[in-house]
């Protein structure tokens, strides 16, 4: 009888994934480092004091809040999980990602909506062009692969006012035991669901997956006719940014 119970367990899992049609997974955010702090370590000792205080208190309040990507067949929205936000503590508005992030899965199109200057800006991301290599680790009691990518962000220089790039690599781990093709974020468009993802100075885990059966859960999409170049985005930041400190 004992020797049946795993048998039972594996069969009741493998029923829910194949006949959910939505899902709603829980993630945590461990922050890490920044580029360049160990060298201001030594070059800079008090400038890294103080960048250092700052940094491990955003990192405790980021460690404190989950964040949930609701996802159909089709589509997904990822957003910071509100109940876990509602602190009076000044550092929680640089911590708390006020964002939403958006993906479709048959066009590959990633969107984010955000908060600039008091006003709505929808901005629509470039694909990602994911590369799976072999190499293979258990998350969660799921057996996963890596897969990893470069993608492209924008800023303005503050001096010349060019547009400036620099490439950020990804790295996801994915199941395909849970073969629905959603991440954190809008890193979406692998064989399956991604437990863990690391890039821009963010690490995400999973930590709860709930798989439904609601084959009408829609997603939210917002106006996308409203939506602007990522190019067009770092010159809006910009010019934000220069307003808001009288740049």
Same mark, same amino acid.
């Given at each position: 009888?004992? #020797?049946?119970?795993?048998?039972? *367990?594996? =069969?009741?899992?493998?029923?829910? $994934?194949t006949?959910?049609? +939505? ?18 370590k ?37 957003n ?44 629509? #991301?470039?694909?990602?062009?994911? *590369?799976? =290599?072999?190499?293979?680790?258990? $998350?969660?009691?799921y057996? +996963? ?20 790039t ?15 093709s ?66």
């Amino acid at each position: 009888m004992k #020797k049946l119970i795993p048998i039972i *367990i594996v =069969s009741i899992l493998c029923f829910q $994934i194949t006949y959910a049609q +939505s899902g709603e997974i829980t993630y945590k955010n461990e922050p890490m480092p920044p580029e360049g702090l160990e060298e201001m370590k030594k070059t800079d000792p008090q400038k890294y004091k103080r960048y250092s205080f700052m940094i491990n208190k955003i990192k405790a309040r980021t460690k404190r809040l989950r964040y949930t990507l609701e996802f159909n067949n089709s589509q997904s929205v990822f957003n910071t999980n509100p109940s876990m936000t509602k602190e009076d503590n000044p550092m929680a508005g640089m911590s708390t990602s006020k964002r939403e992030h958006y993906y479709h899965l048959a066009s590959s199109e990633r969107y984010v909506k955000s908060d600039v200057g008091g006003k709505e800006m929808l901005v629509n #991301k470039a694909p990602i062009d994911w *590369i799976i =290599s072999k190499e293979t680790k258990v $998350i969660n009691g799921y057996s +996963s692969r890596k897969a990893e990518a470069t993608q492209m962000f924008y800023s303005v220089d503050r001096e010349s006012g060019k547009l400036k790039t620099k490439e950020q690599h990804i790295t996801a781990w994915f199941t395909t035991e849970i073969p629905f093709s959603f991440g954190p974020e809008n890193y979406g468009g692998l064989p399956g669901l991604v437990l863990e993802l690391s890039t821009q100075g963010k690490n995400y885990t999973v930590e709860s997956i709930k798989l439904k059966e609601n084959k009408n859960k829609t997603i939210d999409f917002p106006d996308l006719d409203k939506a602007i170049s990522e190019q067009e985005a770092a010159q809006q930041m910009n010019k934000a940014m220069s307003n808001m400190f009288g740049g």
